[in-house]
């Protein structure tokens, strides 16, 4: 049963990937999770705030000082963070101090369980600075929801596409209850 007073919050980064988190945070809502998503603006270019606000009946954040201390707000009210995709920039950041847009601010502040899904080109995945970073997003605690196996939207294929989203969900599911 969830706890009115915690909830849960999505971070999407730029990616095509992004439109699947759109069911990722239908399915939380639909089953009755308290669901915040924060952006960056590169995720904008891919998927529109608005589709996630008449998803979760708030409103999305992208500017980190648009109204107040954005990522000090979305820290103390989550139970858990999922940044669902994460690109091999937003991890790059995150694994390495660097705050400086609302997602990263917020990931740097928060105060529970994180979840980290990647995304991006298996190339990319690959490269050794993506594995440094993921290695060390591990060291410090972060759940990776590891991708799986297929042809990503270039024609790639490999180890790089987003992990299902029931398996994402489950994640997520999971750390809430053990944190709320």
Known sequence: MPNP???????VS??????????????LT??????????????TEFIGPITFEALTGKKVRIDEYEEGMAHIDAKNSASVMAIVPATANIIGK???????????ST??????????????NPFMYAHPSVQRNLKRLSEDGVILADP?????????????????ISIIQKMIIDEYRKNS
Not at 30 to 43: D, L, R, W
Not at 107 to 120: E, G, Q
Not at 152 to 159: A, F, T
């Open 5 to 11: 007073g915690k909830e849960i919050l999505i971070a």
């Open 14 to 27: 730029g990616s095509i990937a992004a439109y699947k988190t759109c069911e990722l945070v239908r399915n």
């Open 30 to 43: 639909k089953e009755g999770f308290p669901v915040t998503v924060i952006m960056t603006s590169h995720a």
């Open 94 to 104: 995150i694994a390495n101090g660097i705050a400086d847009d609302l997602v990263t």
């Open 107 to 120: 990931y740097l502040a928060a105060n529970c369980p994180v979840i980290v899904a990647p995304a991006m």
């Open 148 to 164: 799986t196996h297929g042809v990503v939207v270039c024609g790639d294929e490999g180890y790089g596409k987003l992990a299902e």
